[in-house]
């Protein structure tokens, strides 16, 4: 081989493609909480980029993956959390799924040495500060070097004490260890996002990523994170082994796994692996592996670090568990919102501990991308995923003939699907026609989370629907105590319970209104981002698609389904019907400070250091002004923090819209 062949090899193609998907799939799973393949997959990818790296030496880069712990900090711009320098770098495991490299890794070590087993939770790493026993920060992995400050969402977590006491207690140090959402919580959650038809979690480890960093702490506490932490790191710490400081660490009134156990043989650590591949399934919270540690710390320290690794630890991690079967049909789920979910019937195998007969498809998209029909053998997988999903085929290969087709017609009303650009999903438009639509925006009304009216379930809004009792949502208003006693399995208390619960649903305030009405993907919290901005139905309806924009997380496509909503006369009598039924249509108006901004449109651009962006358009229309989400010749100033949006400099300048810094606005707020 001449040098210029080496140079041209396709294995350093390879390798530029593989840091480049390496790198996305890291974002997808530490940042968006939404990865889209599998552990195993991901790690056969670095395991190859390792290989090919070792074998061209000349294209070493600080910044390949393999050199990098994969990072979860939150985007400077978005000045939502405190980034926080790990006081010692907060590293990733070598991992790997044969028992064989663990015996390799194992012979490696010193002869004689102590080895820690404990369960791998499948959740996101933190790592808790106490200074003189109170906790002062919480701060996430990150990129490894710095992480994200969290603690007032850690703070909501039950088994993590704010302080602690004791004769032996540092006066500073460190507990890492692992935020999870217990099984129980998570199918909760999930059950919630299916009835309002939100996108679902894929697993714990998903929702557990997603909860932690959300705004709202209440929101956080409601959902029942949990944690369990497995390291200590500091001066002056107790005990000389990982061991005995964990047991000083469950003293202290940390929670610490029952679990762990100290093994001195191969055949101990073996069978160790063998219980928990097993027995793991009947825990109330999801581990994806077993976790093996060098009991002495001097030891620990002697045999040191790779760049991204400890080398006294190593992860072994389960493999999915997955079956084939047969795809007996598919058929067609239409929900509240007119999305048509295709569903994949199957011959029940058994799958990690439950019977598996049917899968999501997701799109016509997905369907299309494995080549997959009925009559086809299937992969089903459920690893540390609890939702069942098709990875391939398991015979055959991609036909040039195949010829799946989605249905042109929903499958409930007859009614011809469309399909938004842009979007996946194929959607009934008849949302006044379709009897899931119908049926499935009157439970999403009157669930929990919106109006909570208790006693009318699925079950008794498809019974009143059948009757004709309801049509609509406002049609509850309507309902008598001879309509719900003459049921035959309600009595005269039951007919009086539910009427109750809709007499209290008037109290409800405007915010839960907004999002019980069901507008096409306001959900409770862009729900309650809007009333505040428009304190009353009124002003919601008249808002124009510029003003919409101008509230946090309203896109243009969420505009738009709030203005088609209520051009809808059918929608807007529905609404006229609740009003007069005497629900909550006003909140409450901000206070309004002076009219030092009156008549100015402003836009908000960039990251601030004294007040949040929501705290500034609260500020802007307290004295006046009206905020604006997009430059145009009618936009009076533009508010310019750090990190302004490009385009919008661009276009500023090119209008003459003159801009406005943090400090000088301020000053013009302030005296008034």
């Keep these: 081989m001449t040098l210029f062949d080496d140079i041209e090899a396709p294995e350093r193609e390879e390798i530029r493609q593989l840091r480049k998907e390496l790198t996305e799939h890291n974002y997808r799973y530490y940042v ?74 194992l012979r490696k070590l010193p002869e004689g040495v102590e080895i820690v087993c404990e369960l791998k939770f499948d959740g996101l790493s933190i790592s808790l500060w106490y200074e003189h026993g109170t906790l002062t920060k919480a701060v996430t992995r990150g990129d490894g070097q710095k992480g994200d400050n969290v603690v007032e969402n850690i703070k909501t977590i039950p088994s993590i004490p704010w302080h602690i006491e004791g004769e032996d207690v540092p006066e500073r140090f460190e507990m890492r260890g692992e935020v999870l959402l217990p099984w129980a919580n998570f199918e909760r959650l999930n059950q919630e996002r299916s009835n309002q038809e939100e996108a679902l979690f894929a697993n714990p480890r998903n929702a557990a990523s997603g909860t932690l960093k959300l705004q709202d702490a209440r929101e956080v506490a409601r959902r ?15 005990a000389k082994t990982h061991f005995d400081r964990l047991q000083t660490a469950r003293r202290w009134g940390f929670q610490i796994s029952e679990h762990i156990r100290v093994c001195r043989t191969l055949d101990e650590v073996m069978a160790y692996i063998a219980y928990w591949d097993n027995a793991r399934k009947d825990l109330p919270i999801a581990t994806d592996g077993i976790v093996l540690k ?11 670090f790779t760049a991204k690794t400890p ?31 295709p569903v994949a019937n199957l011959e029940p195998v058994h799958l990690s501990g439950t019977i598996v007969q049917r899968a ?9 991308s494995l080549q997959i029909r009925p009559g086809d053998m299937v992969f089903v997988e459920k690893g540390g995923e609890i939702i069942p999903k098709i990875t391939g085929k398991a015979e055959g290969i991609a036909s040039l003939d195949y010829d799946y087709h989605f249905p042109t017609e929903c499958p409930e009303c007859g009614a011809k699907l469309v399909r938004v650009e842009g979007e996946a999903a194929w959607r009934c438009p008849n949302e006044q026609g379709c009897p899931p639509q119908i049926k499935g925006k009157m439970i999403h009304f009157v669930s929990r989370r919106a109006m909570n ?18 049509h609509n949502i406002a049609d509850i208003y309507t309902l008598t105590f001879n309509d719900l006693a003459s049921q035959e399995r309600f009595g005269e208390k039951s007919a009086q319970n539910i009427l109750n619960g809709i007499s209290n649903s008037m109290l409800v305030p405007w915010e839960r209104v907004l999002f019980a009405i069901g507008i096409r993907m306001v959900g409770e919290t862009t729900a309650k981002k809007l009333a505040r901005r428009f304190t009353s139905l009124e002003q919601l309806q008249v808002a124009d698609r510029e003003q919409l924009i101008a509230v946090e997380d309203v896109g243009e496509q969420i505009a738009d389904n709030i203005i088609t909503y209520f051009a809808d006369e059918r929608n807007r009598e529905i609404i006229r019907r609740l009003q007069d039924a005497g629900l909550q249509m ?11 901004l009156a008549g100015q449109s402003i836009v908000i651009s960039g990251t601030f250091t004294q007040h949040s962006r929501d705290e500034y358009k609260a500020m802007i229309e307290a004295h ?49």
Excluded at 224 to 238: I, N, V
Excluded at 294 to 304: D, I, T
């Design 453 to 470: 009216i208790e006693g009318l379930g699925e079950e008794t809004i498809e019974l009143l629907y059948e009757q004709g009792l309801l």
């Design 32 to 105: 968006l909480s939404s990865p889209v393949i599998s552990d195993m997959e991901f790690d056969r990818k670095m395991r190859r980029l390792q290989d090919l790296e070792a074998r061209y030496p000349d294209m070493f880069d600080p910044k390949s993956p393999t050199q990098q712990v994969g990072s979860d900090l939150s985007p400077k711009q978005s000045g939502k959390w405190e980034q926080v320098a790990h006081r010692y770098p907060m590293l990733s495991l070598a991992n790997t799924y044969s028992r064989e490299e663990v015996a390799d890794w």
């Design 360 to 368: 999501t498809l997701h799109n016509e998209d997905f369907i299309r």
């Design 311 to 341: 080398r006294w630890a190593i992860a072994y991690k389960f493999p999915a568990e997955k079956q084939k079967t047969l795809l007996r049909e598919i058929t067609y789920q239409v929900g509240r919102t007119g999305v048509v979910t």
């Design 224 to 238: 029942g994170l949990d944690a369990y932490l497995y390291y200590m790191l500091g001066e002056d710490l107790p």
């Design 294 to 304: 060098v009991n002495s710390l001097a030891q620990q320290e002697e045999l040191g």
């Design 586 to 596: 006003q909140g409450e108006a901000p206070e309004v400070v002076s009219q030092a």
């Design 624 to 672: 006046g002004g009206k905020n604006v989400g997009s430059v145009s010749k009618k936009t009076s100033f533009i508010l310019a923090g750090e990190n302004m949006g490009p385009e919008k400099l661009k276009k500023a300048e090119a209008l003459g819209i003159p801009l406005m810094t943090e400090e000088e606005f301020l000053e013009i707020t302030t005296d008034h």
